[in-house]
């Protein structure tokens, strides 16, 4: 598949999928947790389900491995990895701080991935080599410097719950401005130039694998906790590749 058929494909599924968290934004929710006591809404499932009906539909032979309903197994080397709420919490308590997170990988490889806002119908897609918001090609702003720098991170309290904190907190404070913009919204902010770092200790596949064609189309650097391959890991760091490796050593236990 080329990126002009995964850009056009994306565009048309986000048009409908924002008719569907629009409608269920700051409405009375059923909220329901999971094993793993994350929440879940039916906006959650109806844009995954959407989704999956869309790439079976478009794409015979392709996969689909989703946060809500699990894998539907294809006959083709590519596959579709979405998350349809990241940042459910955002979601039910009324902050547009929340995206769609859409992969499409290749022999277990991501080759395009898409970030959508919408809320705000921000869109940033990527191949790895060049990446864009709504259609206007982004990049990494300059950042030289921790001291000059905006940290971001999911949950503040995520370091201290997965990893050994005093390295974070060194980061945090070495920073010029730490945040809670999260969630895919922080790495959208930094893939467009109005962030620099980004990092959660935690994650997800379906988190994880739409972040890296998109920031290192727009020249990020990405990596788990500790430097290793985002693809095999269960966290993400992001940064320009001026910075990325003093967070590296100052994130090592």
């Known amino acids: 598949m080329d990126f002009p058929t995964f850009r056009d494909f994306v565009i048309r599924f986000t048009g409908q999928s924002r008719m569907i968290?629009?409608?269920?934004?700051?409405?009375?929710?059923?909220?329901?947790?999971k094993e793993d006591l994350s929440p879940v809404t039916i906006a959650d499932r109806e844009i995954e389900e959407l989704f999956r009906n869309e790439v079976l539909r478009k794409f015979p032979g392709h996969g689909v491995f989703g946060e809500e309903f699990g894998e539907i197994k294809g006959s083709s080397p590519y596959y579709w990895v979405i998350d349809p709420i990241d940042g459910t919490k955002s979601f039910i308590h009324g902050t547009p701080l929340f995206c769609t997170l859409i992969a499409l990988m290749k022999d277990d490889e991501p080759v395009f991935g898409a970030i959508h806002n919408p809320i705000l119908d921000d869109l940033v897609i990527g191949?790895?080599?060049?990446?864009?918001?709504?259609g206007n090609r982004v990049s990494l702003r300059p950042c030289a410097a921790l001291s000059e720098a905006t940290l971001l991170t999911t949950d503040?309290?995520?370091?201290?719950k997965y990893r050994e904190p005093k390295g974070f907190e060194q980061l945090a404070k070495a920073c010029k401005l730490y945040r809670s913009w999260g969630d895919a919204y922080g790495y959208f902010l930094v893939s467009t130039g109005f962030a620099d770092i980004m990092i959660d200790p935690k994650m997800s596949k379906w988190d994880i694998m739409?972040?890296?064609?998109?920031?290192k189309g727009a020249g990020g650097i990405i990596t788990d906790y500790y430097g290793g391959d985002p693809v095999k890991g269960d966290s993400i760091v992001v940064s320009n590749p001026a910075i990325h490796n003093e967070i590296l050593s100052i994130l090592k236990p």
């Open 156 to 160: 503040p309290l995520g370091p201290e």
């Open 21 to 33: 968290a629009r409608k269920y934004f700051r409405t009375p929710l059923n909220v329901v947790s």
């Open 210 to 215: 739409a972040l890296i064609p998109v920031i």
């Open 127 to 134: 191949d790895g080599t060049v990446s864009y918001h709504n």
